[in-house]
C-alpha cells in the first residue's frame, strides 16, 4: 500500500483518483503530479514501485502545500480575519455564512437545523 503525505491511498484505484485522498490535491493537481513524476495515470496504486512513489512524493514535497500544513494556514488565515474583526471575521465568529449568501430561508449548513418551540399538550 503506498503512504504519500501522511496518507495510505486505497488499494486497486487509477493513481488519477487515488491521489485526490490527500487533502489539498484535487482532480487537476493530481494529473500534474503524475506528468511531473513521469508516472501512467491509468496506473493502479498495487502495482506502484517504490521508486514511482518516491518520484510522486518528492513532486507533491517539492510543489504543494498539503494534508496538516494546508489545513494549519487555512486556520491560521482564518484566526487573523477573526482576529481583525473585519466583516468576513465576524461571519465565521458567528457561523454564518462568509460569501454573501442569503440566510434568511437557507444556509441550514452553517446555521445548524431547524431549532422547534417547545408546544404544549392540548387539554383534554
Known amino acids: ?3 504519500i503525505a501522511g496518507v495510505d491511498l486505497p488499494r486497486n484505484k487509477k493513481l488519477g483518483f487515488a491521489l485526490r485522498y490527500i487533502y489539498g490535491i484535487g482532480p487537476v493537481n493530481a494529473l ?3 506528468k511531473d513524476a513521469n508516472v501512467d495515470a491509468e496506473k493502479r496504486t498495487d502495482v506502484l514501485t517504490e521508486d514511482e512513489v518516491a518520484r510522486i512524493r518528492d513532486v507533491i514535497e517539492a510543489k504543494y502545500r498539503v494534508e496538516g500544513d494546508l489545513r494549519r494556514e487555512i486556520s491560521m488565515n482564518i484566526k487573523r480575519l477573526m ?3 473585519c466583516y468576513r471575521g465576524l461571519r465565521h465568529r458567528k457561523g454564518l ?3 454573501g449568501q442569503r440566510t434568511h430561508s437557507n444556509a ?3 446555521r445548524g437545523g431547524k431549532r422547534r418551540l417547545a408546544v404544549a399538550a392540548p387539554k383534554a
Request: hydrophobic share 40%; proline share 7%; no cysteine.
Open 1 to 3: 500500500m503506498a503512504r
Open 32 to 34: 500534474t503530479v503524475l
Open 83 to 85: 482576529d481583525l474583526g
Open 97 to 99: 455564512p462568509v460569501r
Open 108 to 110: 441550514r449548513t452553517r
